[in-house]
């Protein structure tokens, strides 16, 4: 874990968060700032600084944090439809340098997004 890390002081518990799920490997919780009526982060445990320093080692975990947005859709009642999105790097908007996917629904996305 990274010291400076939001998102580590949150898996610490340095900061509170409004979890939603949580196993050994994957977390999910509210987005402090919504940009949908649903918006929730989900976020390995391991520290990796966002999808490009992903290793073959990570596959799994990529794969958990994909399933458990999915289950998190179904029971939030996004049926109608949802986004999940990863940025990576500045110019496309990550500001958090952990890994982390939004769940986004509630509402019509549009296209393109941003």
Known sequence: MSQDCIFC????GDIPASLL??????????DISPEAPTHIL?????????????TEED??????????????AKEFGLSDGYRLVMNDGKRAGQT???????????RTMTWPPG
């Open 9 to 12: 002081k949150i898996l610490r």
């Open 21 to 30: 799920y949580e196993d050994s490997d994957v977390i999910a919780f509210k």
């Open 42 to 54: 989900v976020i390995p445990r391991k520290h990796i600084s966002g999808p490009a320093a992903l």
């Open 59 to 72: 596959k799994d975990l990529m794969g958990k944090l994909v399933k458990v947005g999915v289950d998190l």
């Open 96 to 106: 958090v340098f952990h890994l982390h996917m939004h769940l986004l629904g509630g």
